[in-house]
Protein backbone atom coordinates (compact mmCIF):
# COMPACT_ATOMS: atom_id res chain seq x y z
CA UNK A 1 0.00 0.00 0.00
CA UNK A 2 1.07 3.54 -0.98
CA UNK A 3 0.47 6.13 1.39
CA UNK A 4 0.92 8.63 -1.02
CA UNK A 5 1.60 7.30 -4.63
CA UNK A 6 5.10 7.64 -5.49
CA UNK A 7 3.64 8.24 -9.09
CA UNK A 8 1.62 10.95 -7.93
CA UNK A 9 4.40 12.52 -6.22
CA UNK A 10 6.36 12.19 -9.21
CA UNK A 11 4.13 14.14 -11.30
CA UNK A 12 3.45 16.89 -8.41
CA UNK A 13 7.48 17.17 -8.30
CA UNK A 14 7.92 17.89 -12.11
CA UNK A 15 4.17 20.13 -11.93
CA UNK A 16 3.46 17.63 -14.51
CA UNK A 17 -0.24 17.23 -14.06
CA UNK A 18 -2.46 17.84 -17.04
CA UNK A 19 -5.68 17.48 -15.03
CA UNK A 20 -6.87 14.59 -17.23
CA UNK A 21 -8.76 12.67 -14.28
CA UNK A 22 -7.50 9.46 -15.20
CA UNK A 23 -5.84 8.79 -12.03
CA UNK A 24 -9.29 9.72 -9.92
CA UNK A 25 -10.76 6.77 -12.56
CA UNK A 26 -8.37 4.63 -11.68
CA UNK A 27 -8.26 4.89 -8.03
CA UNK A 28 -12.02 3.27 -7.07
CA UNK A 29 -12.82 6.77 -4.69
CA UNK A 30 -9.19 6.76 -3.38
CA UNK A 31 -8.42 10.05 -5.49
CA UNK A 32 -10.59 12.83 -6.43
CA UNK A 33 -10.10 15.89 -9.10
CA UNK A 34 -10.35 19.14 -6.72
CA UNK A 35 -9.47 22.60 -8.09
CA UNK A 36 -5.92 23.64 -6.52
CA UNK A 37 -4.81 27.39 -5.39
CA UNK A 38 -3.97 28.21 -8.92
CA UNK A 39 -6.72 27.18 -10.43
CA UNK A 40 -6.15 23.78 -12.17
CA UNK A 41 -8.06 20.35 -12.03
CA UNK A 42 -5.32 18.47 -9.42
CA UNK A 43 -5.80 14.73 -7.68
CA UNK A 44 -6.12 14.93 -4.36
CA UNK A 45 -5.45 11.40 -2.97
CA UNK A 46 -7.74 10.28 0.20
CA UNK A 47 -6.56 6.90 1.13
CA UNK A 48 -3.58 4.42 0.17
CA UNK A 49 -3.49 3.35 -3.09
CA UNK A 50 -2.43 -0.65 -3.58
CA UNK A 51 0.65 -1.02 -5.42
CA UNK A 52 -1.12 -2.54 -8.62
CA UNK A 53 -3.58 0.76 -8.73
CA UNK A 54 0.16 3.39 -8.34
CA UNK A 55 1.70 1.03 -11.21
CA UNK A 56 -1.43 1.32 -13.48
CA UNK A 57 -1.26 5.48 -12.66
CA UNK A 58 2.36 5.22 -13.76
CA UNK A 59 2.16 3.29 -16.58
CA UNK A 60 -1.11 5.27 -17.82
CA UNK A 61 -0.80 9.39 -16.67
CA UNK A 62 -0.10 11.70 -19.56
CA UNK A 63 1.82 13.24 -16.59
CA UNK A 64 4.58 10.68 -16.97
CA UNK A 65 4.47 9.28 -20.25
CA UNK A 66 3.27 9.31 -23.69
CA UNK A 67 3.39 7.60 -26.90
CA UNK A 68 2.41 8.57 -30.48
CA UNK A 69 -0.01 5.72 -32.38
CA UNK A 70 2.04 4.46 -35.59
CA UNK A 71 0.31 5.81 -38.04
CA UNK A 72 -1.53 3.10 -40.64
CA UNK A 73 0.69 3.34 -43.50
CA UNK A 74 -0.43 6.90 -43.89
CA UNK A 75 1.49 9.91 -43.26
CA UNK A 76 3.50 10.27 -39.88
CA UNK A 77 4.51 14.01 -40.35
CA UNK A 78 7.15 15.16 -38.48
CA UNK A 79 4.88 18.30 -36.74
CA UNK A 80 1.46 16.98 -37.12
CA UNK A 81 1.49 13.03 -36.75
CA UNK A 82 -0.57 10.45 -37.97
CA UNK A 83 -2.08 11.70 -40.74
CA UNK A 84 -4.70 9.81 -43.52
CA UNK A 85 -6.76 13.20 -44.69
CA UNK A 86 -6.41 16.81 -43.89
CA UNK A 87 -9.66 18.95 -44.82
CA UNK A 88 -11.11 22.24 -44.31
CA UNK A 89 -15.05 22.07 -43.40
CA UNK A 90 -18.25 22.56 -41.32
CA UNK A 91 -21.06 21.35 -40.11
CA UNK A 92 -23.77 21.25 -42.53
CA UNK A 93 -26.10 22.37 -39.89
CA UNK A 94 -25.69 25.84 -40.18
CA UNK A 95 -26.68 26.83 -36.64
CA UNK A 96 -24.43 24.38 -35.58
CA UNK A 97 -21.64 25.75 -37.49
CA UNK A 98 -22.40 28.99 -35.97
CA UNK A 99 -22.56 28.21 -32.03
CA UNK A 100 -19.61 25.98 -32.67
CA UNK A 101 -15.92 27.04 -32.04
CA UNK A 102 -14.72 27.22 -35.41
CA UNK A 103 -17.26 25.01 -38.54
CA UNK A 104 -18.70 22.95 -35.80
CA UNK A 105 -17.13 20.00 -37.64
CA UNK A 106 -16.32 17.98 -34.52
CA UNK A 107 -20.06 18.81 -33.20
CA UNK A 108 -21.55 17.70 -36.13
CA UNK A 109 -19.66 14.33 -36.15
CA UNK A 110 -20.98 13.69 -32.78
CA UNK A 111 -24.97 14.56 -33.78
CA UNK A 112 -24.09 12.26 -36.95
CA UNK A 113 -22.89 9.10 -34.71
CA UNK A 114 -25.95 9.57 -32.42
CA UNK A 115 -28.63 10.18 -34.94
CA UNK A 116 -27.13 7.02 -36.77
CA UNK A 117 -27.44 5.13 -33.38
CA UNK A 118 -23.31 4.26 -33.97
CA UNK A 119 -23.11 5.12 -30.76
CA UNK A 120 -25.59 5.59 -27.39
CA UNK A 121 -24.24 8.50 -26.16
CA UNK A 122 -21.27 10.85 -26.28
CA UNK A 123 -19.03 12.03 -23.16
CA UNK A 124 -17.77 15.55 -23.47
CA UNK A 125 -17.29 18.84 -21.62
CA UNK A 126 -19.40 21.15 -21.39
CA UNK A 127 -19.83 24.67 -19.19
CA UNK A 128 -21.16 23.96 -15.07
CA UNK A 129 -24.40 25.67 -14.63
CA UNK A 130 -23.77 26.14 -11.49
CA UNK A 131 -20.16 27.70 -11.78
CA UNK A 132 -20.44 29.54 -15.39
CA UNK A 133 -16.66 29.75 -15.48
CA UNK A 134 -15.83 26.46 -14.68
CA UNK A 135 -16.62 23.39 -17.05
CA UNK A 136 -18.26 19.95 -16.18
CA UNK A 137 -18.20 16.53 -18.06
CA UNK A 138 -21.41 15.76 -19.82
CA UNK A 139 -23.10 12.56 -21.17
CA UNK A 140 -25.36 14.35 -24.58
CA UNK A 141 -28.07 11.77 -25.89
CA UNK A 142 -28.93 13.81 -28.74
CA UNK A 143 -28.11 16.75 -31.36
CA UNK A 144 -29.51 19.46 -29.06
CA UNK A 145 -27.27 18.75 -25.85
CA UNK A 146 -23.99 18.17 -28.60
CA UNK A 147 -24.75 22.15 -29.89
CA UNK A 148 -25.50 23.44 -26.27
CA UNK A 149 -22.15 21.62 -25.45
CA UNK A 150 -20.20 23.17 -28.65
CA UNK A 151 -17.98 25.77 -28.42
CA UNK A 152 -14.20 25.36 -27.09
CA UNK A 153 -13.85 26.36 -23.05
CA UNK A 154 -10.41 27.49 -22.17
CA UNK A 155 -10.63 25.93 -18.56
CA UNK A 156 -9.47 23.09 -16.85
CA UNK A 157 -11.69 19.99 -17.84
CA UNK A 158 -10.99 16.44 -16.18
CA UNK A 159 -13.17 14.04 -18.93
CA UNK A 160 -11.65 10.69 -18.01
CA UNK A 161 -12.32 11.34 -14.11
CA UNK A 162 -15.89 9.74 -14.92
CA UNK A 163 -14.71 6.95 -16.99
CA UNK A 164 -15.17 3.87 -15.01
CA UNK A 165 -18.51 5.40 -14.74
CA UNK A 166 -19.05 5.17 -17.86
CA UNK A 167 -17.63 1.88 -18.74
CA UNK A 168 -19.21 0.23 -16.05
CA UNK A 169 -23.31 1.29 -17.90
CA UNK A 170 -24.96 -0.26 -20.68
CA UNK A 171 -24.17 1.13 -23.59
CA UNK A 172 -21.47 2.82 -26.41
CA UNK A 173 -20.13 6.04 -26.43
CA UNK A 174 -18.07 8.31 -28.14
CA UNK A 175 -15.61 10.70 -26.32
CA UNK A 176 -14.10 14.16 -26.79
CA UNK A 177 -11.35 15.13 -24.63
CA UNK A 178 -8.12 17.09 -25.15
CA UNK A 179 -5.23 15.55 -27.04
CA UNK A 180 -3.60 14.21 -23.99
CA UNK A 181 -6.90 12.92 -22.02
CA UNK A 182 -7.73 11.06 -25.23
CA UNK A 183 -3.65 9.58 -24.96
CA UNK A 184 -4.53 8.59 -21.83
CA UNK A 185 -7.19 6.86 -22.89
CA UNK A 186 -5.79 5.06 -25.50
CA UNK A 187 -3.04 3.87 -22.94
CA UNK A 188 -5.47 2.86 -20.17
CA UNK A 189 -7.29 0.71 -23.53
CA UNK A 190 -4.32 -1.69 -23.30
CA UNK A 191 -5.12 -2.46 -19.36
CA UNK A 192 -8.72 -2.54 -19.71
CA UNK A 193 -10.87 -4.17 -22.84
CA UNK A 194 -13.66 -2.49 -22.11
CA UNK A 195 -12.31 0.64 -24.02
CA UNK A 196 -11.94 -0.40 -27.48
CA UNK A 197 -15.68 -2.40 -27.00
CA UNK A 198 -17.37 0.59 -25.58
CA UNK A 199 -15.85 3.52 -26.70
CA UNK A 200 -15.88 3.07 -30.49
CA UNK A 201 -15.09 6.61 -31.23
CA UNK A 202 -12.29 9.28 -29.81
CA UNK A 203 -12.50 12.60 -31.22
CA UNK A 204 -10.10 15.85 -30.18
CA UNK A 205 -8.84 19.19 -30.91
CA UNK A 206 -5.45 21.32 -31.49
CA UNK A 207 -4.59 22.31 -28.06
CA UNK A 208 -2.89 25.53 -27.16
CA UNK A 209 -2.88 24.60 -23.24
CA UNK A 210 -5.25 24.67 -20.65
CA UNK A 211 -5.43 28.32 -18.73
CA UNK A 212 -6.09 28.46 -15.10
CA UNK A 213 -9.53 29.12 -14.12
CA UNK A 214 -7.47 32.56 -12.50
CA UNK A 215 -7.24 33.40 -16.30
CA UNK A 216 -11.43 33.59 -16.87
CA UNK A 217 -11.20 35.56 -13.36
CA UNK A 218 -9.15 38.77 -15.11
CA UNK A 219 -11.04 37.97 -18.52
CA UNK A 220 -13.90 39.25 -15.95
CA UNK A 221 -12.14 42.08 -14.19
CA UNK A 222 -11.39 43.62 -18.05
CA UNK A 223 -15.14 43.02 -18.46
CA UNK A 224 -16.23 44.77 -15.36
CA UNK A 225 -18.24 41.85 -14.32
CA UNK A 226 -18.39 40.28 -10.84
CA UNK A 227 -18.02 36.76 -10.54
CA UNK A 228 -21.05 36.11 -8.83
CA UNK A 229 -23.48 38.56 -10.55
CA UNK A 230 -22.51 35.79 -13.60
CA UNK A 231 -25.48 33.46 -15.56
CA UNK A 232 -23.89 32.26 -18.30
CA UNK A 233 -19.89 32.77 -19.31
CA UNK A 234 -18.98 31.35 -22.60
CA UNK A 235 -15.37 31.66 -23.75
CA UNK A 236 -15.81 31.52 -27.77
CA UNK A 237 -18.15 30.50 -30.56
CA UNK A 238 -21.32 32.26 -31.53
CA UNK A 239 -19.37 32.96 -34.60
CA UNK A 240 -15.95 32.52 -35.66
CA UNK A 241 -13.67 33.21 -33.54
CA UNK A 242 -16.25 34.64 -31.76
CA UNK A 243 -15.92 36.28 -28.24
CA UNK A 244 -15.58 35.55 -24.60
CA UNK A 245 -18.85 36.63 -23.72
CA UNK A 246 -20.29 37.01 -19.76
CA UNK A 247 -23.97 37.53 -19.20
CA UNK A 248 -24.76 38.36 -15.75
CA UNK A 249 -28.18 37.54 -14.34
CA UNK A 250 -29.60 41.02 -14.91
CA UNK A 251 -29.06 40.52 -18.42
CA UNK A 252 -26.39 42.63 -19.21
CA UNK A 253 -24.08 41.28 -21.49
CA UNK A 254 -20.51 41.82 -21.82
CA UNK A 255 -17.90 41.00 -24.42
CA UNK A 256 -14.02 40.54 -25.15
CA UNK A 257 -12.35 39.62 -28.62
CA UNK A 258 -11.08 36.19 -29.04
CA UNK A 259 -7.70 38.02 -29.31
CA UNK A 260 -7.94 40.19 -26.04
CA UNK A 261 -9.52 37.41 -24.33
CA UNK A 262 -7.11 34.21 -25.49
CA UNK A 263 -4.11 36.26 -26.61
CA UNK A 264 -3.89 39.26 -24.19
CA UNK A 265 -4.55 37.13 -20.87
CA UNK A 266 -5.74 32.87 -20.93
CA UNK A 267 -2.64 32.33 -22.92
CA UNK A 268 -0.50 33.69 -19.41
CA UNK A 269 -2.46 31.26 -17.88
CA UNK A 270 -1.57 27.88 -19.44
CA UNK A 271 -0.28 25.39 -16.55
CA UNK A 272 3.07 24.40 -16.99
CA UNK A 273 2.53 20.69 -18.08
CA UNK A 274 1.32 22.24 -21.84
CA UNK A 275 4.43 24.15 -22.31
CA UNK A 276 6.44 20.92 -22.84
CA UNK A 277 3.62 18.73 -24.67
CA UNK A 278 5.00 17.11 -27.80
CA UNK A 279 1.40 16.31 -28.71
CA UNK A 280 -1.02 19.41 -28.59
CA UNK A 281 -2.36 18.21 -32.47
CA UNK A 282 -3.91 14.95 -30.52
CA UNK A 283 -2.14 12.00 -32.42
CA UNK A 284 -4.22 9.29 -30.67
CA UNK A 285 -7.63 10.77 -31.71
CA UNK A 286 -9.56 8.88 -34.44
CA UNK A 287 -10.08 12.76 -35.93
CA UNK A 288 -9.05 16.24 -34.79
CA UNK A 289 -10.56 19.57 -35.25
CA UNK A 290 -9.19 22.95 -35.32
CA UNK A 291 -9.34 26.63 -36.65
CA UNK A 292 -8.62 26.31 -40.31
CA UNK A 293 -8.19 30.28 -40.24
CA UNK A 294 -5.75 32.46 -42.52
CA UNK A 295 -3.96 33.57 -39.64
CA UNK A 296 -0.94 36.39 -38.59
CA UNK A 297 2.49 34.92 -37.37
CA UNK A 298 0.86 34.58 -33.77
CA UNK A 299 -1.92 32.45 -34.70
CA UNK A 300 -5.05 35.23 -34.59
CA UNK A 301 -6.82 35.07 -37.62
CA UNK A 302 -6.82 38.10 -40.15
CA UNK A 303 -10.87 39.08 -39.82
CA UNK A 304 -12.83 39.99 -37.35
CA UNK A 305 -16.01 37.70 -37.74
CA UNK A 306 -16.92 34.92 -40.28
CA UNK A 307 -18.45 31.88 -40.99
CA UNK A 308 -16.55 29.37 -39.49
CA UNK A 309 -14.24 26.84 -40.97
CA UNK A 310 -12.92 23.55 -39.09
CA UNK A 311 -9.45 21.84 -40.15
CA UNK A 312 -10.15 18.17 -40.25
CA UNK A 313 -7.65 15.94 -40.05
CA UNK A 314 -8.58 11.99 -39.78
CA UNK A 315 -5.53 10.23 -38.37
CA UNK A 316 -6.72 6.66 -38.90
CA UNK A 317 -8.94 4.36 -41.59
CA UNK A 318 -11.79 4.26 -38.70
CA UNK A 319 -11.67 8.01 -38.54
CA UNK A 320 -11.38 8.53 -41.93
CA UNK A 321 -14.85 6.24 -42.78
CA UNK A 322 -16.86 7.70 -40.35
CA UNK A 323 -15.91 11.42 -41.81
CA UNK A 324 -16.59 10.01 -45.40
CA UNK A 325 -19.73 8.16 -43.96
CA UNK A 326 -20.56 11.85 -42.58
CA UNK A 327 -19.28 13.56 -45.94
CA UNK A 328 -22.22 11.40 -48.25
CA UNK A 329 -24.99 11.39 -46.24
CA UNK A 330 -24.73 15.49 -45.84
CA UNK A 331 -23.89 16.19 -42.51
CA UNK A 332 -20.08 17.83 -43.11
CA UNK A 333 -19.55 19.60 -45.87
CA UNK A 334 -15.51 19.29 -46.35
CA UNK A 335 -12.78 19.16 -49.12
CA UNK A 336 -9.19 18.58 -49.11
CA UNK A 337 -6.42 20.68 -48.01
CA UNK A 338 -2.57 20.13 -48.55
CA UNK A 339 -1.11 19.11 -45.01
CA UNK A 340 1.98 21.40 -45.87
CA UNK A 341 -1.22 24.39 -45.57
CA UNK A 342 -1.83 23.65 -41.71
CA UNK A 343 2.03 25.41 -40.83
CA UNK A 344 0.06 29.01 -41.93
CA UNK A 345 -3.13 28.11 -39.94
CA UNK A 346 -1.29 26.85 -36.86
CA UNK A 347 2.08 28.49 -36.42
CA UNK A 348 1.63 28.61 -32.85
CA UNK A 349 1.87 24.24 -32.57
CA UNK A 350 4.75 24.70 -34.89
CA UNK A 351 6.83 26.63 -32.38
CA UNK A 352 5.44 24.41 -29.76
CA UNK A 353 6.11 21.21 -30.74
CA UNK A 354 9.63 22.85 -32.45
CA UNK A 355 10.67 24.09 -29.04
CA UNK A 356 9.58 20.92 -26.66
CA UNK A 357 12.66 18.86 -26.76
CA UNK A 358 14.53 22.04 -25.71
CA UNK A 359 12.08 22.80 -22.99
CA UNK A 360 12.50 19.05 -21.45
CA UNK A 361 16.14 18.75 -21.59
CA UNK A 362 16.12 22.06 -19.45
CA UNK A 363 14.22 19.92 -17.01
CA UNK A 364 16.28 16.93 -17.09
CA UNK A 365 19.51 19.81 -16.46
CA UNK A 366 17.65 21.25 -13.23
CA UNK A 367 16.68 17.64 -12.20
CA UNK A 368 12.99 17.92 -12.39
CA UNK A 369 11.25 14.45 -13.25
CA UNK A 370 11.17 14.28 -17.01
CA UNK A 371 7.81 12.46 -19.02
CA UNK A 372 8.83 9.80 -21.37
CA UNK A 373 7.36 10.90 -24.71
CA UNK A 374 7.81 8.46 -27.75
CA UNK A 375 7.69 8.53 -31.02
CA UNK A 376 6.83 12.71 -31.56
CA UNK A 377 9.38 13.09 -34.17
CA UNK A 378 10.57 15.89 -31.68
CA UNK A 379 14.59 15.98 -32.34
CA UNK A 380 13.32 16.67 -36.49
CA UNK A 381 10.54 19.23 -35.26
CA UNK A 382 13.20 21.07 -33.30
CA UNK A 383 14.93 21.59 -36.54
CA UNK A 384 12.21 23.62 -37.44
CA UNK A 385 12.57 26.69 -34.93
CA UNK A 386 16.09 26.70 -35.59
CA UNK A 387 19.44 26.84 -32.70
CA UNK A 388 18.98 30.22 -31.44
CA UNK A 389 15.11 29.88 -30.70
CA UNK A 390 15.69 26.57 -29.03
CA UNK A 391 18.95 27.88 -27.00
CA UNK A 392 16.67 30.45 -25.73
CA UNK A 393 13.64 28.49 -24.78
CA UNK A 394 16.08 26.03 -23.36
CA UNK A 395 17.49 29.29 -21.22
CA UNK A 396 13.94 29.84 -20.34
CA UNK A 397 12.64 27.21 -18.83
CA UNK A 398 15.55 26.96 -16.69
CA UNK A 399 14.70 30.38 -15.28
CA UNK A 400 11.20 29.24 -15.08
CA UNK A 401 12.14 26.23 -12.78
CA UNK A 402 14.60 27.98 -10.86
CA UNK A 403 12.79 31.38 -10.54
CA UNK A 404 9.04 30.08 -10.65
CA UNK A 405 7.46 33.75 -9.76
CA UNK A 406 8.49 34.98 -13.09
CA UNK A 407 7.01 34.60 -16.71
C1 LIG B 1 -7.89 24.42 -24.11
C2 LIG B 1 -8.08 24.50 -25.61
C3 LIG B 1 -7.01 24.89 -26.43
C4 LIG B 1 -7.18 24.94 -27.83
N1 LIG B 1 -6.11 25.27 -28.63
C5 LIG B 1 -6.27 25.29 -29.99
C6 LIG B 1 -5.19 25.55 -30.88
O1 LIG B 1 -4.04 25.75 -30.46
N2 LIG B 1 -5.43 25.57 -32.22
C7 LIG B 1 -6.69 25.33 -32.72
O2 LIG B 1 -6.87 25.37 -33.93
N3 LIG B 1 -7.70 25.01 -31.91
C8 LIG B 1 -7.54 25.00 -30.58
N4 LIG B 1 -8.58 24.67 -29.76
C9 LIG B 1 -9.77 24.08 -30.36
C10 LIG B 1 -10.61 25.03 -31.12
O3 LIG B 1 -10.93 26.10 -30.30
C11 LIG B 1 -11.85 24.30 -31.64
O4 LIG B 1 -12.39 23.49 -30.66
C12 LIG B 1 -11.53 23.45 -32.78
O5 LIG B 1 -11.19 24.36 -33.80
C13 LIG B 1 -12.70 22.57 -33.17
O6 LIG B 1 -13.78 23.38 -33.52
P1 LIG B 1 -15.20 22.78 -33.85
O7 LIG B 1 -16.08 23.94 -34.20
O8 LIG B 1 -15.08 21.66 -34.82
O9 LIG B 1 -15.57 22.19 -32.42
P2 LIG B 1 -16.93 22.32 -31.63
O10 LIG B 1 -18.01 21.77 -32.50
O11 LIG B 1 -17.09 23.66 -31.05
O12 LIG B 1 -16.69 21.26 -30.47
C14 LIG B 1 -15.78 21.49 -29.45
C15 LIG B 1 -15.71 20.23 -28.61
O13 LIG B 1 -14.68 20.38 -27.67
C16 LIG B 1 -15.16 20.00 -26.38
N5 LIG B 1 -14.46 20.85 -25.41
C17 LIG B 1 -14.53 22.20 -25.29
N6 LIG B 1 -13.72 22.64 -24.31
C18 LIG B 1 -13.11 21.54 -23.80
C19 LIG B 1 -12.18 21.34 -22.76
N7 LIG B 1 -11.69 22.34 -22.04
N8 LIG B 1 -11.79 20.07 -22.49
C20 LIG B 1 -12.28 19.02 -23.20
N9 LIG B 1 -13.17 19.16 -24.21
C21 LIG B 1 -13.58 20.39 -24.49
C22 LIG B 1 -16.65 20.24 -26.40
O14 LIG B 1 -17.31 19.39 -25.52
C23 LIG B 1 -16.99 19.93 -27.86
O15 LIG B 1 -17.28 18.56 -28.01
C24 LIG B 1 -8.44 24.62 -28.38
C25 LIG B 1 -9.51 24.25 -27.54
C26 LIG B 1 -9.34 24.19 -26.17
C27 LIG B 1 -10.50 23.77 -25.31
S1 LIG C 1 -2.27 13.95 -15.59
FE1 LIG C 1 -4.17 12.86 -15.24
S2 LIG C 1 -3.55 10.83 -14.48
FE2 LIG C 1 -1.76 12.18 -14.31
S3 LIG C 1 -1.85 12.96 -12.23
FE3 LIG C 1 -2.87 14.47 -13.51
S4 LIG C 1 -5.05 13.90 -13.43
FE4 LIG C 1 -3.88 12.13 -12.68
S1 LIG D 1 -1.34 21.39 -24.30
FE1 LIG D 1 -1.00 19.20 -24.15
S2 LIG D 1 -0.92 18.77 -21.95
FE2 LIG D 1 -1.82 20.78 -22.18
S3 LIG D 1 -4.02 20.38 -22.14
FE3 LIG D 1 -3.37 20.47 -24.29
S4 LIG D 1 -2.94 18.36 -24.83
FE4 LIG D 1 -3.02 18.45 -22.59
Redo the contacts with the bound molecule.
Sequence with gaps: MALTSPALSRVRKGDLCSGCGLCAAISDGKIEMEVSDGGFLRPRQLAPLSGEEDRLISATCPGLRLAQPVSEGSTDHTLWGPVVQVRSGH?ADPE??R??????????L?AYLLEKKEVDY?V???ADAGFPIG?VTVKSFGRDE?FD?????????A?LASLEAHLSEEGRFAF???PC?VAALRAMSRFDSRIERKIPYV?S???????SLNGAREVLGRLGVKEGELQSFR???DGWPGFATAVSRDGRVARLSYADSWGGILSRHVQFRCKICPD?TGGAADIV???AWICDDK?YPLFEEEE?W???VSRNRHGEGLLQRAMDDGAIVASQTDIDGIEN??P??VKRKGLALSRIVAMAVTLKPVPRFAGFNLAKAARKPGIWQNVRSFLGTIRRIVLPGRK
Excluded at 99 to 108: D, K, T
Excluded at 206 to 211: L, T
Design positions: AMRNASSGGALSALVQTSNVAAGSRYAPSPVGKDFFFCAGVPYRGGCADGGSLIMQGQ
